[in-house]
């Protein structure tokens, strides 16, 4: 098991930024490919961003590419997202993702919701106009 716990959401204005953190416990957190979705109110829960088990590779969503930002620390079990340049249409709840990666697999696999194994609760992110 993986315990996945997000902070940082909150209220902003938009053109501002955010960071968010994902605080991960029980297994090795380094064997896991992390991601970012999110979901609003009525909707699919939607990708936003993936990291490898190293850091070395990354995946963003078109809407977010240039404005958000993955990364993790290993030593620290924590992935993190930031944010820059948010806009009203980012209002969602956030949330943290582990995937166990299997040997060989497409390049678009991570940015599938079900490919991964534990998800964290979520954090509200409002970004006012």
């Known amino acids: 098991q993986v315990q996945l716990v997000e902070s940082g959401g909150g209220l902003v204005q938009a053109g501002g930024s955010l960071r968010l953190s994902c605080a991960a416990s029980?297994?090795?957190?380094?064997?896991?490919?992390m991601g970012w979705f999110r979901q609003t109110p009525g909707k699919e829960r939607e990708f936003v961003a993936a990291?490898?088990?190293?850091?070395?590779?990354?995946r963003y969503a078109d809407s977010v590419k240039g404005r958000f930002t993955i990364s993790r620390e290993n030593a620290k079990n924590t992935v993190y997202l930031q944010m820059n340049s948010l806009k009203p249409e980012d209002t969602a709840v956030y949330y943290c993702?582990?995937?166990?990666?299997?040997?060989?697999?497409?390049?678009?696999?991570?940015?599938?919701?079900?490919?991964?194994?534990?998800w964290g609760q979520g954090t509200q992110v409002t970004v006012s106009s």
């Open positions: 990291v490898s088990w190293s850091g070395g590779s990354t």
């Open positions: 993702a582990a995937a166990l990666l299997p040997t060989y697999y497409s390049a678009s696999y991570l940015y599938t919701r079900s490919n991964y194994d534990y």
């Open positions: 029980g297994r090795t957190f380094s064997n896991y490919a």
